[in-house]
């Protein structure tokens, strides 16, 4: 972790009076589950669904992180400790939420991460943490969603957090290889699931300014913004309303996608999480 850890991105008093494209009521009584709810991506998530009407349901491991979030959202929000490594502990969330809600009509996976090191000097524990959190975590939670939906002959829309797969986010490898399994297993469910009434959409962020970056090198840092044609870090605000589309109504047409919000950096530019070996630098 870098020496200079900064707070990033939008305040919670931000992200809450942000103006928005959508109606107040777009999500009205509905029930959504946000892993990673009180994580800079999943805090922006969970306070634009409760603003549109949704009751939320914080998941995350840090008990006191999840419910200083649901103090704020009183009502709209309740706090649910889980590791989504544990399919038990999965499991155990789902029956919660079905017993206290009778409900859940939407999922957003946003929990996850990685740590930036050269794929050569991966150690075994390293990797698997990566693959456990990222792909095994995200597919507990899409499989226990969609079991409750079948059985409950309740339709569903899930939405996972990735990483932009198609151009090379140098230096977290590991990642890559787990959120290109998810972008899969998302289309491959998406079949199998429409007929249960189960959309399986992803999101696939660029460089959006969270606290999640001080894992990152300063060096590294300072080139997100240059990671694509704006020239500029997104918010957090960009990806949950890309997360309201996938999950109202507007995007009822809309399964196996992934949308990538990323301000054109797969098309151009490029990004090092380590920063970038004298080798690429030219002459
Ligand atoms: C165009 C787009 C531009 C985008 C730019 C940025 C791209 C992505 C940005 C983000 O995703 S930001 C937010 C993400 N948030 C995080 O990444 C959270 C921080 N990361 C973690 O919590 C961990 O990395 C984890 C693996 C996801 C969590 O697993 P766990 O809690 O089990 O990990 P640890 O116990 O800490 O470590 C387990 C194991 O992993 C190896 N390891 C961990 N950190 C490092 C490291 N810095 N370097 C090398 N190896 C590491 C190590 O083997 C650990 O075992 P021990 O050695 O500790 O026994
Ligand atoms: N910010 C960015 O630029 C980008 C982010 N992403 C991805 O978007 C997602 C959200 O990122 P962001 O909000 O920035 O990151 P943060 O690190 O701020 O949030 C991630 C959250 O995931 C939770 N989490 C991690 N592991 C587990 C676990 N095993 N079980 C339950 N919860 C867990 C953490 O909560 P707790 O500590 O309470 O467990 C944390 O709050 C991540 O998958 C990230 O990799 C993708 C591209 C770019």
Known sequence: MDEQQTKVGLSDDELATHPTVYAADTLKDQVAIVSGGAGGIGRAIALLFARLGAHVVLVGRDQAKLDALAARLGDKASAHVADIRDPDAVKALFAAVWGEHGRVDCLVNSAGGQFPQAAI???????????????????????????????????????????????????????????????????????????????????????????????????????????????????????????????????????????????????????????????????
Not at 142 to 164: L, S
Not at 246 to 266: C, H, R, Y
Request: charged share 15%; glycine share 12%.
């Open 121 to 283: 000097d991966f150690s075994v524990k390293g990797w698997n943490a990566v693959i456990d959190t990222n792909l095994n975590g995200t597919w507990y939670m899409m499989q226990a969603a969609a079991q409750r939906w079948r059985d409950a002959k309740h339709p569903g829309a899930i939405v996972n957090i990735v990483v932009v797969t198609t151009h090379g986010l140098y230096g977290i490898a590991h990642s890559i290889a787990a959120r290109s399994g998810v972008i899969g297993l998302s289309r491959a469910v998406a079949v199998e699931w429409a007929p249960l009434d189960i959309r399986v959409n992803c999101v696939a962020p660029g460089a959006i300014e969270t606290e999640g970056w001080n894992v990152y090198t300063s060096e590294a840092r300072a080139a997100y913004p240059r990671s694509n044609p704006m020239m500029r870090a997104g918010s957090a605000f960009d990806i949950a309303e890309a997360c309201v589309y996938l999950a109202a109504p507007s995007g009822k047409f809309i399964t196996g996608e992934t949308l990538t919000v990323d301000g054109g950096g797969q098309l151009w530019g490029e990004t090092w999480t380590t920063g970038k070996p004298d080798y690429f630098r030219g002459g």
